[in-house]
Nanobody, 123 residues
Framework: QVTLVESGGGSVQAGGSLSLSCAVSGRTFSLSSVAWFRQAPTKEREFVAKLRWSDTSTSYADSAKGRFTISRDNAKNTVNLSMNNLKPEDTAVYYC????????????????WGQGIQVTVSS
């Protein structure tokens, strides 16, 4: 079993920055990927960024490239998402998720999920 707990988030004006943190605990040896997804009202949950657990290589959705950075803090066992130059369209509930697969951004292959945390960007 793997447990994911998100923290951070909140409200910010457009152009501002926020950071999210995902505390990862439990059977982490079974993980290959930890990712952030988001879901805006009336929209499907979408991939934002992914980090491969073994070598911390990363990948991003086009909407996140150049603005968001995903990273791992080994000391705290967290996966963090730093978000800069935020836009109103970034408003969503952000979820941390973990998968035993190393090369997927398909949310159906992520079997561990955090509870979600709200990010609101006002114009």
């Amino acid at each position: 079993q793997v447990t994911l707990v998100e923290s951070g988030g909140g409200s910010v004006q457009a152009g501002g920055s926020l950071s999210l943190s995902c505390a990862v605990s439990g059977r982490t040896f079974s993980l290959s990927s930890v990712a952030w997804f988001r879901q805006a009202p009336t929209k499907e949950r979408e991939f934002v960024a992914k980090l491969r657990w073994s070598d911390t290589s990363t990948s991003y959705a086009d909407s996140a490239k150049g603005r968001f950075t995903i990273s791992r803090d080994n000391a705290k066992n967290t996966v963090n998402l730093s978000m800069n130059n935020l836009k109103p369209e970034d408003t969503a509930v952000y979820y941390c998720a973990a998968s035993p697969f190393s090369s997927t951004i398909d949310r159906r292959l992520y079997n561990y999920w955090g509870q979600g945390i709200q990010v609101t960007v006002s114009s």
